[in-house]
T-cell receptor, first 118, second 114 residues
Framework: GAGVSQSPSNKVTEKGKDVELRCDPI?????LYWYRQRLGQGLEFLIYFQGNSAPDKSGLPSDRFSAERTGESVSTLTIQRTQQEDSAVYLC????????????????FGPGTRLTVL | AQSVSQHNHHVILSEAASLELGCNYSYGGTVNLFWYVQYPGQHLQLLLKYFSGDPLVKGIKGFEAEFIKSKFSFNLRKPSVQWSDTAEYFCAVSRKAAGNKLTFGGGTRVLVKP
């Protein structure tokens, strides 16, 4: 497809379980970002991948959160031992990558995964 | 830490009214500025962006924004809104030095009454 895709679109889990969220970026986009949006709040940055560089994990809220990216394609965000405060919409975005032109800075967002932790 | 503030959490107005949404950021270096919109049931879409050059930026659907560097502001405007502009609007800032990750404001929910 032409856009960023995410799966699943909705995930309901029990407290303490692990979950995996998937993101397929736009083909050719070297940069990939994860954000989350908790109810009534703005979007928070979680983690960022750029090519083969070490990811920027500065936004991950705890060590229960981790993410991987296979080359310049699919990324998986994993939340271990989920807590109720992890309930949010998790958004993935991709961009062409770092560069001086604005086109490289525009991020395209996927539809998100709505995670509900009971 | 870099932060982005949107002054209004909720705005209600009638069709044909003018809209202005405030956005201020705290970082003093070179930044890229964005407004995103999220229509009900849809994902985030880019409305407009500022990278450099003319501080008055025109985006899609008749929206524009003005970058005022001295005020650290990037306010969004539309002269005459339509019911279809009902949405949540997010201001965001990025810096190349920080990997272009976006820092978002808290969002403003706009309801346009027909």
């Amino acid at each position: 497809g032409a856009g960023v895709s995410q799966s699943p679109s909705n995930k309901v889990t029990e407290k303490g379980k692990d979950v995996e969220l998937r993101c397929d970026p736009i083909s050719g986009h070297t940069a990939l970002y994860w954000y989350r949006q908790r109810l009534g709040q703005g979007l928070e940055f979680l983690i960022y991948f750029q090519g083969n560089s070490a990811p920027d994990k500065s936004g991950l809220p705890s060590d229960r959160f981790s993410a991987e990216r296979t080359g310049e394609s699919v990324s998986t965000l994993t939340i271990q031992r989920t807590q109720q405060e992890d309930s949010a919409v998790y958004l993935c975005a991709s961009s062409l990558g770092l560069g001086g032109r604005l086109a490289y800075n525009e991020q395209f967002f996927g539809p998100g995964t709505r995670l509900t932790v009971l | 830490a870099q932060s982005v503030s949107q002054h209004n959490h909720h705005v209600i107005l009638s069709e044909a009214a003018s809209l202005e949404l405030g956005c201020n950021y705290s970082y003093g270096g070179t930044v890229n500025l964005f407004w995103y919109v999220q229509y009900p049931g849809q994902h985030l879409q880019l409305l407009l962006k500022y990278f450099s050059g003319d501080p008055l930026v025109k985006g899609i659907k008749g929206f524009e924004a003005e970058f005022i560097k001295s005020k650290f502001s990037f306010n969004l405007r539309k002269p005459s809104v339509q019911w279809s502009d009902t949405a949540e609007y997010f201001c965001a800032v990025s810096r190349k030095a920080a990997g272009n990750k976006l820092t978002f404001g808290g969002g403003t929910r706009v309801l346009v009454k027909p």
